[in-house]
């Protein structure tokens, strides 16, 4: 469903990204790891062409992200994204977070997109604080508006760009488990994260990135079984480490 | 000298007081809604990235803002009569000229406002599929224009005390009505120690609304 096929990106001189391939089939979770600064971030907003890039091809559903011609607003439609800092829109109330884009990209009725919101509200378990503010909510309920805000628009995909690392821990739990329920039930995600527990558990692959290159592109049970290389080894060691 | 103060004659001069302050009002919202408008065009021209439209913007901007506003004025009143080939009246062709002028001091303010809106709301606008309109309209500009709102009303507060340039023009603001009264009864003083109040007394409660305003946003 989603194909990189030797994606290379420059700032300047500086090659962010260098000649990454990688596959993710329908269905797929893939867990996007490495030390920061190695591209993660970067290569995962090249997905729905937030990011451009240069040199190569990314293929979404069939469509290549980079042509010119691709109509980018409707191909993200498709594609949820969920950030590290949340960005909810902070002059919207909760409900009009997850409605703007309903109404205005998908054109659906008002009554449609109420019920799709409360739904999506409860799925979250935060159908309670529909008319606060983002400012109003625990990071971790903004995080979890966020992914309500993303499956709004009934993606096929989802895309998560370190959606714990702004979190104080005693709530990445209640976004992880968000995200535990999502992948069972079949969705299609690439999630850029340091969460190895969560990794171990829902991931079909992992991707380990350093310095702009995909080092490891494995089975989750190949890569936790110690048969990666020494950069992989090393960042595991250390994060896995306390 | 207080004591031959004459109270009467804006007493009995005030209708015609206030129809210039009218005039002052509407010339001051009407210009401030006019440059918005044109300002925010502007500074979407600048940031948009097409060259061309920068390159226009920039210029536009530059060149308004290294002209002094009266000349602006004089300028306009003997131009567009010229180039529309017929009279508009003082009052048209000055509101013409502050709608120009402003602009480009707005298009400075919004741009500053637009690139203070953090680059992951604008990620977040176009990761659900809006496009660049729809995404500025609903989610960079308000955003953009709540961190501005200090620095345009203190924009205002600057016209509103530069629509008393109109005087070259002989459009009867606030000031000229005065002037003519002080003029037509000898009560000089009476008159411009008036208009100095008045003057003071919008511009300090304009100014103590923008302190409550940027205290309330400040968080």
């Known amino acids: 469903m989603i194909e990189l096929r030797n994606v290379s990106k420059w700032y300047g001189d500086f090659q962010v990204l260098n000649d990454c391939s990688t596959m993710v089939s329908k269905g797929e979770v893939v867990v996007v790891c490495g030390p920061s600064g190695s591209g993660k971030s970067t290569l995962i907003k090249c997905v729905n062409g937030l990011e451009e890039f240069q040199k190569g091809e990314i293929k979404f559903d069939g469509i290549s992200v980079g042509d010119k011609k691709t109509d ?25 977070n997850i409605k703007l884009a309903q109404l205005k990209v998908l054109k659906r009725s008002v009554e449609e997109a109420d019920q799709k919101t409360i739904q999506l509200l409860e799925r979250v378990g935060l159908a309670d604080q529909a008319l606060k503010f983002p400012a109003q909510l625990s990071g971790g309920q903004q995080q979890r508006v966020a992914i309500a805000r993303a499956l709004a628009m009934d993606p096929i995909a989802m895309l998560f760009d370190e959606p714990t690392s702004a979190l104080d821990p005693e709530m990445i739990n209640e976004v992880l488990d968000v995200m535990v329920e999502l992948a069972k039930d079949g969705m299609t995600m690439i999630v850029v994260t340091h969460e190895m527990g969560f990794a171990r558990r829902v991931a079909n692959r992992i991707v380990f990135m350093d310095e702009g290159r995909i080092e490891e592109d494995c089975s989750t049970d190949d890569f936790f079984d110690s048969q990666r290389g020494v950069r992989a080894q090393a960042f595991l060691s250390k994060i896995l480490h306390h | 000298m207080f004591d031959q103060f004459d109270t009467n004659v804006i007493l009995e001069n005030l209708h015609f007081l206030i129809e210039g302050m009218q005039l002052t009002l509407l010339l001051t919202i009407a210009a401030i809604c006019g440059g918005l408008v044109l300002g925010t065009l502007l500074a979407l ?137 002080a003029n037509r009864e000898n009560r000089i003083f009476e008159m411009f120690t008036t208009v100095a109040c008045v003057y003071l007394i919008i511009c300090l409660s304009g100014s103590l609304l923008i302190r409550k305003l940027q205290m309330r946003y400040a968080l």
């Open chain 2, 45 to 181: 021209a600048r940031l948009s990235g097409f060259w061309i439209l920068s390159l226009v913007s920039s210029t536009y901007v530059n060149f308004f803002r290294s002209m002094p506003l009266i000349l602006v004025i004089f300028w306009f009143y003997f131009l567009v009569p010229l180039i529309l080939g017929q009279p508009v009246g003082g009052y048209y062709s000055v509101l013409i000229a502050f709608v120009l002028f402003e602009a480009a001091y707005y298009c400075e303010i919004i741009r500053a406002g637009i690139q203070s809106v953090s680059k992951g709301q604008v990620y977040a606008g176009q990761a659900v599929g809006l496009n660049y309109f729809q995404n500025m309209c609903y989610i960079v500009l308000p955003q953009a224009f709540r961190n501005m709102i200090p620095v345009l009303l203190t924009q205002a507060i600057i016209l509103f005390q530069d629509t008393s340039l109109v005087y070259v023009v002989g459009v009867k603001d606030f000031l000229v009505s005065a002037d003519l009264v």
């Open chain 1, 72 to 96: 980018l607003p409707k191909l993200r439609s498709k594609i949820g994204m969920v950030f590290q800092n949340f960005e909810l829109y902070p002059h919207l109330s909760v409900v009009k």
